[in-house]
C-alpha cells in the first residue's frame, strides 16, 4: 500500500470515529461537532424529550442518555447539513422510554426537527425553525425569523415569537403569548388560546374554540365550523377583518372609537347583536336570514362577519 492510500484510509478511519461512532442502549451520551460551514441542523428523534438551545458558540453539542433500544446515535457533518439521528433497533417496536438529550447549536442556523412522540422544547433560536411531531408537545420560547411549529395531537405552548409564526395542530391546544409579527393559526378540535401585538393575524378552527386578545391589528382573518370564537382588538386605521363561520358564535370587541364599516350576515337564524351604535338588524322578509350594515366614526376600516346559524356580536 502506498504512503497516500496509507494515509487516506487512516484519515478515514479517523473521521468515522468522530462523526458516527456508535452508541449504545442506554448509554449516556456527550459529543461535540464544530459548526463552521454549517447552515442547517436537522434533528430526528423517535420518542422522549429533546431540548434543543441556540447559544453564540461555534459548536454543537449532544447531551443526555439514549434510549434503551437505540441502536446509534448519528452525529454528523454532511455538506453544510448537521445530522442528528437516533435509531432504534426494531423500528416497529414502539413501547419505548425514549432517548432524553440536550442539544446546543448556535442560534443563526437553520433547524429542522422530526418525530413520533417525542416532546421537544425550542429555546433562543433566531434562524428558520421547523417542527413536525405527530404525539409529541412543543415548548417554544424565544425564537425569532421564520417559525413553523406543528403536532397532529400534542399541544404547542409558545412564548416571545418574533416574525413569520405558523403554529398547527389537529387535536392539541395552542397556546401562545407575547407573540409578534405575522401569525397563523391552523387546529381542528383544539383549543386556541392567544395574547399577541402581531400586526397581522390569520386563524383556522373547525370545532375547538379560540380566544385572541390582540393588540393593534392590521388584518384579521378568521374561520370556525362549530368552535366559538371571541376576540378583543384595536382596529388600526383602514385595518380589515373577516370572519367566517357556521354554527359557533363570533364575539368582537373592539377599541373606543373604533372606525370601521360593518357588514354582518346571518343565513339561518343567528343573532346579530349590534353594541357600537343603536343600528339593528334587518331580518329578511321571506327565510330567517338577516343583515346588520352600519359605519362608525369616518369608517375607514373594514369588518366582514357571515354566519349560518351562529351568533355575532360587535362591540
Not at 42 to 63: C, F, Q, R, Y
Not at 67 to 72: G, H, P, R, S
Not at 261 to 277: I, V, Y
Request: aromatic share 6%.
Amino acid at each position: 500500500m502506498s504512503n497516500f492510500n496509507r494515509y487516506m484510509f487512516a484519515a478515514i478511519i479517523c473521521a468515522s470515529l468522530f462523526t458516527i461512532a456508535p452508541s449504545f442502549a442506554g448509554e449516556r451520551v456527550d459529543r461535540e461537532l464544530s459548526s463552521d460551514g454549517v447552515n442547517t441542523v436537522a434533528i430526528e428523534n423517535l420518542s422522549g424529550e429533546v431540548n434543543i438551545i441556540g447559544w453564540d458558540k461555534d459548536s454543537i453539542t449532544v447531551k443526555g442518555e439514549l434510549d434503551d433500544k437505540a441502536e446509534q446515535l448519528i452525529f454528523e457533518k454532511s455538506g453544510n447539513r448537521v445530522n442528528i439521528k437516533v435509531e432504534l433497533e426494531h423500528h416497529g417496536r414502539w413501547n419505548t422510554n425514549g432517548s432524553e438529550l440536550t442539544i446546543h447549536m448556535p442560534s443563526n442556523l437553520r433547524m429542522n426537527f422530526e418525530s413520533v412522540s417525542s416532546d421537544v422544547a425550542l429555546q433562543n433560536l433566531n434562524y428558520d425553525i421547523s417542527v413536525k411531531t405527530v404525539s409529541g408537545d412543543v415548548k417554544a420560547t424565544d425564537l425569532t425569523k421564520h417559525i413553523e411549529l406543528s403536532s397532529v395531537s400534542g399541544n404547542i405552548k409558545s412564548q416571545n415569537l418574533q416574525g413569520k409564526i405558523s403554529l398547527a395542530t389537529v387535536s392539541g391546544d395552542i397556546v401562545d403569548r407575547n407573540s409578534s409579527g405575522r401569525l397563523q393559526l391552523q387546529a381542528v378540535s383544539g383549543e386556541i388560546s392567544v395574547k399577541s401585538t402581531a400586526k397581522e393575524v390569520f386563524v383556522n378552527n373547525v370545532s375547538g374554540n379560540t380566544e385572541l386578545d390582540l393588540d393593534e391589528v392590521s388584518e384579521l382573518r378568521m374561520s370556525a365550523i362549530s368552535g366559538d370564537v371571541e376576540v378583543n382588538l384595536f382596529l388600526l386605521d383602514s385595518g380589515v377583518v373577516k370572519a367566517s363561520s357556521v354554527s359557533g358564535s363570533v364575539e368582537l370587541d373592539f377599541q373606543n372609537n373604533v372606525a370601521a364599516e360593518f357588514r354582518l350576515k346571518a343565513n339561518a337564524g343567528g343573532d346579530l347583536e349590534n353594541k357600537l351604535t343603536n343600528k339593528r338588524a334587518d331580518n329578511a322578509k321571506y327565510g330567517p336570514s338577516s343583515k346588520l350594515y352600519f359605519q362608525t366614526g369616518n369608517a375607514n376600516g373594514s369588518v366582514r362577519v357571515s354566519t349560518v346559524s351562529g351568533d355575532v356580536t360587535v362591540k
